[in-house]
């Protein structure tokens, strides 16, 4: 099975800042099936990046991810309040998914 | 528009089985597979398994689970079902399910099932 592991757990910052977010595998991912969600208290979560690169339907452009093969990055440019919230990723590869541990951004 | 509408609360003993149902409406049920992921009070998101809804109802589910969760649809009702059982209270928890566009990006999602095991 591969281990996802999100770093940093927290990470605190003002709005307009920028949020730099790792994703870790144990084993190599295929960029195609690498993903991150958003999600808020209370709400199931929400799909923001797929194929490690590619937005959703109706995802700000100060949404990015990039990476491939082990190490996987999101990053929001100019934070905006709606953004403080946690963030996973996650993996499916041989009929298997899994998340990461999941990283909250937190107003500094 | 997709829509994803799960069954109501449980509340379980030790050792009982729960039964969570999701129907499915706005989009051609057999043509997605569907997911099931779950969130442990204050804990983060943990993947179960994956029904195919054609295809014979192929499943694959998390070596975690497997021999306790079972995945199964109704393709007259577009209603994807996941039974756990044997339960502890380590699933306690909220149980969503969800749907793919392709195979691996989770979409669309339920509002969510609270099971509670308590004895």
């Known amino acids: 099975e591969i281990v996802l592991t999100q770093s940093p757990g927290t990470l605190s910052l003002s709005p307009g800042e920028r949020a730099t977010l790792s994703c870790r595998a144990s084993?190599?991912?295929?960029?195609?099936?690498l993903a991150w969600y958003q999600q808020k208290p209370g709400q199931p979560p929400r799909l923001l990046i797929y194929?490690?690169?590619t937005r959703a339907t109706g995802i700000p452009d100060r949404f990015s991810g990039s990476g491939s093969g082990t190490d996987f990055t999101l990053t929001i440019n100019r934070l905006e309040p709606e953004d403080f919230a946690v963030y996973y990723c996650?993996?499916?590869?041989?009929?298997?998914?899994?998340f990461g541990g999941g990283t909250k951004v937190e107003i500094k | 528009q997709v829509q994803l509408v799960q069954s109501g609360a449980e509340v379980k003993k030790p050792g009982a089985s729960v039964n969570v149902s999701c129907k499915a409406s706005?989009?051609?049920?057999?043509?997605?597979?569907m997911h099931w992921v779950r969130q442990a009070p204050g804990q983060g998101l943990e993947w179960m398994g994956i029904?195919?809804?054609?295809?014979?109802?192929?499943?694959s589910y998390a070596p975690k689970l497997q021999g306790r969760v079972t995945m199964t649809r109704d393709t007259s009702t577009s209603t994807v079902y996941m039974e756990l059982s044997s339960l502890r209270s380590e699933d306690t928890a909220v149980y969503y399910c969800?749907?793919?566009?392709?195979?691996?990006?989770?979409?669309?999602w339920g509002q969510g099932t609270l099971v509670t095991v308590s004895s």
């Open positions: 084993q190599s991912v295929s960029s195609s099936y």
């Open positions: 706005g989009y051609s049920f057999t043509n997605y597979y």
């Open positions: 194929g490690a690169s």
């Open positions: 969800a749907r793919s566009n392709t195979v691996a990006d989770l979409v669309f």
């Open positions: 996650q993996q499916y590869g041989s009929s298997r998914g899994t």
């Open positions: 029904i195919n809804p054609s295809s014979g109802g192929r499943t």
